[in-house]
């Protein structure tokens, strides 16, 4: 046993010394490279004095990393979290400042530019040895992901590799079933390939009619959507409107699927939600957005920022890798611009830097902390992944900015199916999507008009010279907002006035048409004394597909081209809906049942030929409503847990799902969620956890 721990101990000082005489070297080459950094006295030393002085300036660098960087961080938390991370080169700059300032005799000077330079270089060079010397060392491999995860090597009680099974389900957002077909068939995802080659089994799953993340997120973690119509929506009740990926309207969707189901959520018992919409009731959390909008020390979501940036090597390595994200963005949208692609949407003022938010900051916070989950031993992990999704609404799902982007998440996969080698206990790793994309031009571009135009028209209104764009529905939209605390904001008020005017919303291909000043669901009789001609407008439209509007005399009724009229409850998924797949028909019957339905539910027209559809916002890859890939996500499971669902049987609604994966850990012995704990009062344990407790509140 003390044999062991000398070896341990002389490993680990072989390869701070090693990393030191890097650095040292590192720091030599830098000096002469650049003509503002010096080692050396006005007068001139020796080589063996220069590298002295580059030896003590290595050294009192990498031990300011060490101890300053995590308290510098510390201080900042309350910093928004871009600005954080972009800090990242200014504050490792001033910490080489004092290193050199350090060095006896004065003989290290640097300018504050060259410092900047210096410092990310050293940061960079120091945890790529660090990362090679502990490659062939479990124990040293597994202590650098503890610090990559910010967190100290401190076990937990009965987690063994004896231990029953953890399960880690990583979500990649609006990679939809073909779309994951196609990667691996193309070589874009090696690992997944290898997955689904050997060990992994692939499930389609049919989404509900509204076929998006906050939606199919919330039936998934907290076992029901019901009542979630669209990613936005009108409420008469409240005269409230309703966005999916704004905080506010989180929050409050996670309560009212806490309150019917009667339990906390998938994650209850020793979970972790990481870069989610909603918790699924687990204590630990990081940029989860029901929680984002609490300012403030006690965020958890905050505090997964802290546990990743206070690795000065994680920090520059991000800034970097995010300067780079918005410079390609920047190329590949001029060149698609260049080359006159359509279709085509614009992709300029804040997109660049929401693009590189969600495929980078978020991709490599989250992965992180589902790095530290696992060393943990957690028993259940939910993580998003919203890099493909963002891309994908703007340069197409099949676009090769699209590829790229799986190519990255792949290996992302596989470096936290390596992490999972060296946890304390063993794990299952479970990828699935949310939804799909479905392809094609926007209503604007194909018609000339936005759906909120053709309504106006329709109702005998003005309408604008200038078309007003509808905002993306993008999930990474608000999570960026919210990290560089800047006003959530969706170009509308959240309590729009109660006008006779109509409120128009779009959600992908699904549109939702409300008159906030009646106060009840309007049926199709009254929506016709007003605006005799509105329905038949929409209804008679090339770019749209069907029409839902209750009726007093048939019930609920489908209105479609040519005049076609069917009452709800006599649907089949023959007829107008045939092109939008087995089950169409019972999607519409439920989202007709909730009581927040819009008094006009609209579905853009879907040509199965092309796979597209007609967006009614800015976006040609778009989801939210019925046609095409969009409907079909993906469920890849290891073959060890039982089959999703029996032979010939189809996985359909999110609902199911959520089924699905509280038997695979009810398989492994836990978590068993209850059905009598209420989530309300979460246990005051940290984010990733990180070093010292940081106590959140859970409901903000």
């Known amino acids: 046993m003390a044999e062991g721990h000398w070896r341990t101990a002389g490993g680990a000082l072989l390869r701070v010394v090693v990393v030191w005489a890097v650095s040292t070297l590192t720091m ?123 967190r100290r090597r401190s076990g937990r009680p009965g987690i063994g590799p004896d231990s029953p099974p953890g399960t880690v389900f990583l979500q990649l957002d609006g990679v939809g079933h073909q779309v994951l077909r196609d990667a691996v068939a193309g070589g874009v995802m090696p690992t997944v390939a290898a997955w689904l080659g050997s060990t992994h089994r692939l499930t389609p799953w049919r989404t509900d009619w ?110 970097i890798s995010f300067v780079a994200e918005v410079c390609r963005e920047i190329g590949q949208s001029t060149r698609s611009r260049l080359r006159k692609d359509t279709p085509r949407v ?65 290996r992302s996969i596989a470096l936290i199916a390596k992490v999972a080698e060296h946890a304390p ?24 008009l936005t759906l909120r135009d053709l309504v106006r028209a329709g109702c005998g209104l003005p309408v604008p010279r200038r078309a007003q764009h509808t905002p993306s529905g993008a999930e990474a939209r608000n999570a960026l907002r919210s990290a560089v605390h800047l006003p959530v904001e969706e170009g509308r008020e959240e309590r729009p006035a109660r006008t006779s005017g109509p409120i128009v919303l779009a959600s992908g291909n699904l549109g939702l048409i409300s008159f906030p000043d009646v106060t009840h669901r309007m049926c199709r009789e009254e929506i016709e004394r007003r605006h005799p001609a509105l329905l038949r407008t929409l209804a008679g439209h090339p770019g749209i597909g069907f029409v839902l509007v209750r009726s007093e005399e048939h019930g609920s009724v489908l209105l479609g081209p040519a005049g076609r009229e069917i009452p709800v409850d006599d649907l089949t998924d023959d007829g107008p809906l045939a092109v939008f797949g087995p089950g169409a028909a019972d999607l519409i019957r439920r989202t007709d049942s909730f009581p927040h339905v819009a008094d006009i539910m609209v579905n853009s027209m879907y040509d199965p030929e092309t796979g597209t559809v007609h967006a009614f916002e800015e976006q040609i890859g778009s989801h939210g409503g019925l046609g095409g890939e969009q409907s079909e996500a993906f469920l890849l499971s290891p073959r060890t847990l039982s089959a999703p669902v029996a032979d010939g049987s189809r996985l359909t609604g999110a609902e199911e799902v959520h089924r699905v994966l509280r038997r695979w850990l009810r398989e492994a012995g836990g978590p068993q969620v209850p059905l009598e704990e209420s989530p309300s009062r979460p246990r005051p344990e940290e984010a990733f956890p990180v070093a010292d407790p940081v106590v959140p509140d859970k409901h903000h």
């Open 425 to 448: 206990r063993p794990y299952r790793i479970v990828l699935l999507s949310d939804h799909g994309q479905s392809p094609g031009e926007t209503f604007e571009s194909a018609y000339g």
């Open 210 to 319: 509204s076929s998006q993340t906050g939606a199919s997120q919330l039936a998934i973690l907290h076992g029901t959507n019901h009542d979630v119509p669209a990613f936005r929506w009108y409420e008469k009740d409240t005269g409230r409107l309703m966005v999916s990926n704004r905080p506010a309207s989180a929050v409050e969707l996670q309560r009212r699927a806490i309150t019917r189901t009667g339990d906390g959520g998938l994650l209850t018992l020793d979970g972790a939600s990481r870069g989610n919409l909603f918790s699924g009731g687990a204590d630990q959390l990081a940029l989860v957005l029901s929680v984002s909008a609490r300012r403030g020390r006690r965020n958890r979501s905050r505090a997964g920022y802290f546990a990743y940036f206070r690795d000065p090597a994680n920090a520059v390595r991000t800034a």
């Open 28 to 150: 030599l080459a830098l000096a002469g490279l650049l003509p503002d950094f010096q080692l050396q006295s006005d007068d001139g030393d020796s080589i063996t004095r220069t590298a002295v002085t580059a030896a003590w300036g290595a050294g009192a660098f990498g031990l300011l990393s060490a101890l300053v960087w995590p308290l510098v961080v510390r201080a900042l938390l309350l910093v928004p979290a871009l600005v954080l991370g972009l800090l990242a080169f200014f504050l490792n700059g001033s910490l080489l400042l004092v290193a050199l300032w350090l060095i006896p005799d004065g003989r290290g000077e640097a300018d504050p530019e060259n410092a900047v330079v210096v410092a990310a270089v050293m940061s960079a060079v120091a945890s790529a040895t660090s990362t090679a010397l502990a490659v062939r060392d479990d124990n040293a491999y597994r202590r650098r992901l503890y610090r990559l995860a910010g």
């Open 346 to 410: 614009g992709r300029g003022g804040l997109y660049p830097f929401i693009r590189a938010f969600a495929t980078v900051v978020e991709r490599d916070v989250v992965v992180a902390a589902v790095m530290g989950d696992l060393l943990a031993g957690r028993t259940a992990v939910y993580a998003d992944l919203v890099a493909y999704d963002e891309v994908a609404h703007h340069s197409g799902p099949h676009s090769r900015d699209a590829l790229k982007v799986l190519e990255r998440l792949d």
